[in-house]
């Protein structure tokens, strides 16, 4: 190889290793460029304009680099040059390559030197050079790249791209509809103890007041609108934000109205129906005292029993009193107290004291009232109360009964009542065992329940007796349901069929109870009263006053009705147009929920049906139904009205 | 043919229903001197529990004692609100402090919610007689009886403009719980406010 083959070898290879450091250094810095940019944009966001032009100005700055790179081995296109550049590396030579390669020496001295230049190994020199600039380049090319393709957000950029920053250069990408497949997740709040639900493709999301719903999509945020809000009202847009793989919203049910989120991606679009769930207030059943009672004497202990039920967690139960007096004038006093408090908790709970009369500081004349009082867990809009019935407790005074007289005895509707309630009781209670005792042992039991139903029964003809007093006056139609009742109650006990006695003795016992309200007596009873003489005093008044005419009411406009005629119209261009009749039914499901429970229901299963391509008939006419009420049947058919 | 006015008056299991029994004569004779109402001439007394109440389009309810209404007077009384009816709750303490009041407010707000105040300028204050001022005193606020205070304004259960629910501190029980004969005797007749609450509830 001649001195200038050498030098020229030199030079490509130079050129090669220059060319690539420069390229690896201008990309390595288009990556760093985007890196960085999306880091600041992780903490202070961008507007979505300042990230489309981002790309570019990566690319600017990777080809500014890369120029510069260029420029600084410039050299490397120059053949003294490079020929200068082997001998700074190679002193050696003491210029023999450089006079060995001049043309102005060709013929003479060339020769002479060749055998000096063809001592020195410029590979080692290109070697070094490309270790010191292009492995450097190529390292942070891979680093810088490795941390954009796989540790940033790929939808952190907008696809305002490079491509469609040179619009018209390149056809434009087509995104498709980024609302399916939605998922997500429903957080209840905190005090209800529930698991955070999935969410995939929900057209409900049914969740307690206060939960956390956060809903996530692919492709970038710009471009999607949500709203929330009731319908045919303004609704609030809710912001959508870049998510870790694709677009995010999220919001907390408030309201307890029914609301509709809507969700639009261009010419997509998306319903959700919003079923907020309300934390029912707890209930509290007072067992103990069963009846209001009146004292002669205050001896004796109270004993209190109540059950409790709550939907999501019971607090704490409580029972409270008043003890008021209304002494011998108009004057009231009274004490209010609670006895004993015990936290519950789980969905179900009970509390039982006994306290001795003596500790209430009761007088004559005091009437005591006590209910059961629970609170419920719930911290955010709580917590929620229940009451009992209420049970009272007078304590006579010496002059309101005879020594001699005796106590009346409780009204005899009562006592049926008791007597019915503990034979329902035994009788559910046998009906749960049907399945383990051995069929004559339930046989017996059954009999021995239907002679204490027989009994009930008697209590209840006698005071059928009682009322139409021996057939002279028409039965109460109440008295007489309920006897006809414990009839059958007793007929289906005789043959162990228990299970057609409860119903039964449940009729009578309403009925019963129905009858004890209408002829409760009150403790004072009924005064006499002056009959005024209406014919007397009519129109004697001096002043006359000044009657104002009577205002008609506005009709309060019916939510069926306006209801009803969307259906109808939806339901007419079901075929022709069916995601506008989804839309449509879907509303109406969000108008109907707290109201029209049912119909909601039916239009849920009418939309979930005709999304699914199945068939919508039934759930459709179920919808009708629920609009329309019940048909009526009419005995005649209309006149006859046809053209002979 | 038209059905004559019933006064009613509620029976409530919990306290003492019947402490005001000469008001209903009382209003009745205003009824009758003021108006072509057609009023019979003796009030009905009708269990809160049971759906008497829906046979009457007016109902009174007072007492001294606790107010605690059954599940059955509650629901009772909530449709009869609901559906157009009007009742009249008075306090007959005439006592905020009281425990009337406390457990009857308590009752009123569970079933409906927190009570409105009626602006002084509401039908009811000129749909027969013209208060200007709003109700009128009686003569147990005046007197301080009570809790010494003369409650200016009502509280009631309103859909819209319409009371369905009237509640007073005022004591009317007592100003007017006195024989209708004993009437002629005032210079002014103080039952008058009784006859605006009565024609209103079956004119509006």
Known sequence: ?644 | MVADFVFATAMYESGDWESASLLPANLIDSIARYTSLPVAPKGADVSLGTDQIFDYPFVWLTGHLPVRFTDAERKNLKKYVERGGFLMLDDHNHDMDGIFHKTAKEEVERLFGPMKTVPNNHTIYNCFFKFSDGPPATSHELNGWGDNLIHKELHAVMYGDRIGLLYSNKDYSSEWNFHPDTKRESTVDVTRFGVNMIVYALTR
């Open chain 1, 1 to 644: 190889m001649t001195a200038r083959e050498r030098v020229r070898s030199t030079q490509r290879s130079l050129e090669f290793v220059v060319g690539s450091s420069a390229i690896f250094w201008g990309a390595a810095a288009l990556f760093a460029g985007l890196v960085l940019v999306a880091v600041i944009n992780r903490y202070i966001p961008m507007a979505s304009a300042v990230r489309g032009t981002l790309p570019v100005l990566a690319v600017l700055a990777g080809l500014g680099l890369c120029g510069w790179m260029l420029w600084q081995g410039r050299f490397a296109w120059s053949f003294d040059k490079v020929a200068l550049w082997i001998e700074e590396r190679a002193p050696e030579l003491r210029y023999a390559l450089v006079t060995a390669i001049d043309p102005r020496y060709a013929d003479s001295v060339a020769t002479l030197m060749e055998p000096t230049v063809s001592r020195v190994d410029t590979g080692v020199f290109v070697r070094k050079a490309a270790q010191r600039t292009t492995l450097p380049a190529l390292a942070a090319l891979l680093v810088t790249s490795a941390i954009f393709f796989f540790a940033i957000p790929k939808n952190w950029l907008p696809k305002t791209s490079l491509n469609e920053a040179f619009s018209g250069l390149h056809t434009p990408r087509v995104i498709g509809n980024r609302l399916t497949p939605l998922s997500g997740t429903l957080t209840p709040p905190a005090y209800t103890h529930l698991r955070t639900q999935q969410l995939r493709n929900p057209s409900t999301i049914s969740g307690y007041l206060g939960s956390q719903v956060v809903l996530t999509g692919h492709g970038e945020p710009d471009g999607i609108k949500v709203t929330l809000g009731v319908p045919n009202m303004p609704a609030t847009e809710l912001p959508v934000t870049a998510g870790e793989e694709g677009w995010r919203v999220a919001f907390t049910i408030k309201d307890t109205l029914g609301m509709l989120l809507k969700l639009t991606d261009r010419k997509y679009q998306q319903l959700i129906v919003v079923d907020p769930r309300i934390d029912q207030a707890p209930e509290a059943r007072l067992l103990l005292p069963a009846r209001d009672t009146t004292l002669r004497t205050i001896t004796g202990s109270l004993t209190l029993s109540a059950e409790f039920t709550d939907d999501i967690g019971l607090g704490k139960a409580t029972f409270t009193y008043i003890i008021a007096n209304t002494g011998e004038g108009d004057a009231a006093q009274a004490r209010l107290g609670t006895l004993g408090t015990r936290e519950l908790g789980g969905t179900g709970g009970s509390f039982s004291l006994t306290i001795p009369y003596s500790s209430l500081g009761l007088k004559e004349g005091d009437q005591l009232s006590v209910r059961a009082v629970i609170l419920d867990n719930n911290t955010l809009t709580g917590p929620d109360s229940g009451f009992s019935e209420t049970r009272t407790i007078r304590i006579a005074r010496k002059s309101e009964y005879d020594s001699l007289s005796i106590n009346a005895a409780p009204p005899s509707a009562d006592t049926a009542i008791m007597s019915l309630r503990m034979l329902i009781i035994a009788t559910e209670k046998l009906d749960k065992q049907k399945a383990k005792l051995p069929r004559p042992e339930f046989v017996a039991q059954s009999q021995k329940l239907a002679g204490q139903s027989e009994i009930v029964r008697q209590k209840i003809q006698r005071i059928l007796d009682e009322q139409t007093g021996g057939g002279e006056i028409a039965a109460n139609p109440l008295l007489t349901t309920a006897l006809n009742a414990m009839w059958e109650a007793t007929r289906s006990l005789n043959i162990a069929e228990t299970g057609e006695a409860i119903p039964q003795m449940y009729i009578a016992l309403k009925a019963l109870k129905q009858y004890s309200n209408e002829k409760k007596y009150f403790p004072r009873g009924q005064l006499k009263v002056p009959l005024v003489n209406i014919d007397r005093v009519r129109m004697t008044g001096t002043d006359t006053g000044t009657a104002t005419p009577r205002l008609a009411w506005p009709a309060v406009p019916s939510g069926k009705d306006r209801l009803r005629m969307e259906y109808t119209q939806a339901i007419s261009y079901i075929k022709a147009a069916p995601d506008s009749a989804i839309a449509t039914f879907t509303v109406m499901r969000v108008e109907a929920l707290k109201p029209f429970p049912k119909l909601a229901a039916a239009l849920g299963e009418a939309v979930t049906a005709i999304q699914t391509g199945k068939d919508a008939t039934m759930p459709l006419l179920q919808a009708r139904r629920e609009l329309d009420g019940k048909s009526i049947s009419v005995d005649t058919l209309p006149p006859w009205s046809g053209i002979w």
